[in-house]
């Protein structure tokens, strides 16, 4: 009987709906790695996954198999579903390449085939990169235009949700149990009452943060300087002016 070479499965998945997704998901990721690894020799004695985004440079699995006492032997190489699943960004792949060459641990994919080795390899796995980075950029660029079109519509275009609403089906509703606060810091500006005295005074009265703790001096300033979102308006980003939203105000009259 043949001997085979030990190896490690990456699967990486860029969200929870991924990870079951016919086409990119764990199962067809781990099926494709296997059939590669079966066809080549190789066992797979270990299985690393991460759900993140290709984006990401934060990848606790892989950085197991980078930084940490992964060895060769007895590990000769990490097989992956496509190249794009290690990254998109090229420098970041290149990186993560060299990082494992120096473990003598070979980074090989089911997709993308070339001779190791070959006079072409590394300029071919340039280029398979360099496409998968470009399409990550177009992608930004075109949830980043959606986003500012929605924005400028004065619809909820992501980010951090405001205090006072929460988010239902994409959109702005208003926070029944964080509403009170935010109509009281108001009433006690409108009182010409200083900040810090404003900051404690929800915590007299019982009141914590989404998080649990006290009001701080920045919370309540946070919700001051927010005035025209619970007025009704609406903006995405530093960039982008006041316009009129689409959601319920919170200060009224």
């Known amino acids: ?8 499965g990456y699967i990486r998945v860029s969200t929870v709906q991924q990870a079951n997704d016919d086409k990119y998901g764990i199962d067809v990721q781990r099926k494709e790695i296997l059939s590669y690894a079966d066809q080549h020799d190789y066992s797979i004695v270990d299985w690393k996954i991460d759900e993140v985004s290709a984006a990401s440079d934060n990848r606790p699995a892989f950085d ?6 992964i060895t060769n032997p007895p590990f000769e190489a990490v097989i992956v579903f496509k190249n794009d699943r290690v990254a998109r960004d090229t420098k970041l792949y290149f990186y993560y390449l060299y990082t494992l060459e120096k473990k003598n641990i070979k980074l090989l ?14 300029i071919y796995r340039a280029l398979l990169q360099f496409v998968a980075e470009q399409e990550r950029k177009n992608i930004a660029l075109r949830t980043g ?3 500012s079109m929605k ?6 275009a992501g980010g951090r949700c405001p205090y006072g609403y929460k988010i239902e089906h994409g959109q702005l509703i208003i926070n029944d149990e964080e509403k009170p606060i935010v109509e009281y810091v108001f009433k006690r500006l409108d009182e010409k009452i200083p900040m810090l005295t404003i900051a404690d005074e929800p915590n007299d009265l019982g009141y914590r943060t989404r998080k649990g703790t006290k009001f701080q001096n920045t919370s309540a300033r946070s919700i001051a300087n927010n005035k025209p979102l619970y007025q009704g308006m609406y903006k995405y980003g530093k960039e982008m002016n006041w316009v009129q939203g689409v959601h319920e105000p919170i200060l009224k009259g």
Do not use: P
């Open 1 to 8: 009987m043949k001997d085979l070479k030990k190896a490690i």
């Open 64 to 69: 197991e198999i980078l930084y940490g006492d």
């Open 109 to 122: 994919s089911t997709k993308e085939d070339f001779v190791e080795g070959g006079e072409f390899a590394n």
């Open 145 to 147: 235009k959606g986003r």
């Open 151 to 156: 924005a400028q519509c004065g619809g909820y």
